[in-house]
């Protein structure tokens, strides 16, 4: 129950001693965080060290959810070790051990006398909207595996989990109902990027018109929009299980009475819609599926129609970003990748599409606003959001 900071003292100090040691009573995080990352610089071997032990935060976090120990704290009052070990089936020792690396992350806390919840680790429970915890599994499941043959991606440019499983993850999802589901949510555990989509101009121009979600997974983003604009309509393309998830989600978000189901693949995209939306699916595919599939949408596409894509969209001038590590993730998981907007650009003007705009979305996301070629520019696209 103490927190314990090093200082190496400078060889020409005269106190006559190499290193000192700072104890606080209490555990002080922000404190012992600021300290860390003051220092690293200067300690280039512990840098490394941290990040070499990423994977063993992936598992840690992933074990958690496994056990549903998130579910087993709450985030006012403190739970006991022996009794927390009882609920989550665990050896108190060894959880005792994970608590204390997750405590290093935020996940978790302690008085010295039991544990509680973060609002960091609060997002991994199974009840929190928008859950974390699919992700969790995801990651620390299917995708890791598969992600410790990188190597095979990045001396053949192959996919790794072809390469593991001999089929790529959506064959091999689809023969295994628990991981396609599993996979639906954990698409919808990023849905909180979605939030801004509801005010987007295309969308509320819209008004009583059609929005069509190509591949539109269990409806997540659909039923967003259908909730905010009642007047709305909505049609979900979808594999036939996706379809059935999200007829029961839209039915429970009680906008199912005006979404319509279709089964079927992007060669399916129906047409007269006023909104067209493919949400994360272009970054699944290389170039030319992705030109195939803006043609598909293209074809469908009246005169006055949007596209609105959603995307991890590559910074041009190579600043941090979460598409930095979503472009490898796609490379070995997928065999897709994240690109710039630039590229998008070219890609969408090969199908007869003009990009006519882009805005922010949270989570490092990005919306790009495409239209038919020659078609005329909104006034609301002629904005900020301008590419």
């Not at 610089?41 to 992936?58: I, K, M, Q, S, V």
Request: hydrophobic share 40%; glycine share 10%; with cysteine.
């Amino acid at each position: 129950d103490g927190t314990v900071l090093y200082f190496t003292v400078p060889p020409d100090s005269k106190a006559g001693y190499r290193r000192l040691e700072l104890y606080v009573p209490g555990e002080h995080p922000d404190v012992l965080a600021g300290h860390l990352s003051g220092r690293q610089a200067d300690r280039p071997a512990e840098t490394l060290l941290l990040l070499l032990t990423g994977a063993w935060t992936t598992q840690a976090l992933a074990v958690s959810a496994e056990l549903r120990l998130p579910d087993a704290l709450d985030t006012g009052t403190t739970t006991g070790l022996a009794a927390l070990a009882r609920t989550v089936g665990a050896d108190p020792d060894a959880l005792a051990s994970l608590l204390r690396y997750l405590a290093m992350l935020d996940v978790v806390e302690t008085d010295g006398y039991g544990y509680r919840l973060t609002a960091l680790g609060a997002l991994l429970r199974s009840d929190a909207p928008s859950s974390m915890r699919p992700l969790a599994l995801m990651y620390g499941g299917p995708f890791y595996r598969s992600f410790a043959e990188l190597g095979h991606t990045v001396r053949t440019g192959g996919v790794a989990f072809d390469h593991l499983h001999g089929e790529n993850h959506f064959e091999h999802f689809a023969r295994q109902s628990e991981l396609a589901e599993l996979f639906d949510l954990s698409m919808a555990a990023s849905s909180r990027m979605f939030e801004p989509l509801t005010a987007h101009p295309a969308v509320t121009a819209a008004a009583g018109g059609t929005v069509v979600d190509v591949a539109g997974g269990n409806g997540e983003l659909l039923g967003r929009l259908l909730t905010a604009h009642p007047r709305l309509r909505g049609v979900l393309l979808e594999r036939p299980h996706a379809v059935e998830a999200a007829r029961r989600a839209l039915d429970a978000a009680g906008c199912g009475d005006r979404c319509t189901y279709l089964a079927g693949d992007f060669a399916d995209v129906p047409p007269g819609g006023d909104v067209y939306l493919l949400s994360r699916i272009l970054h699944d595919w290389d170039d030319e599926r992705c030109r195939e599939i803006l043609r598909h949408c293209a074809a469908a596409m009246p005169a006055h129609a949007d596209l609105l894509i959603v995307e991890r969209v590559l910074p041009a001038d190579g600043s941090p970003s979460l598409a930095t590590a979503w472009d490898l993730h796609m490379r070995c998981n997928v065999g897709g990748r994240e690109r710039r907007a630039e590229h998008y650009a070219r890609l969408l003007a090969d199908a007869g599409l003009t990009l006519v705009g882009s805005s922010p979305l949270p989570l490092d996301a990005t919306v790009l606003h495409a239209r038919r070629a020659g078609a005329p520019v909104p006034a609301q696209a002629a904005g900020p959001d301008r590419p």
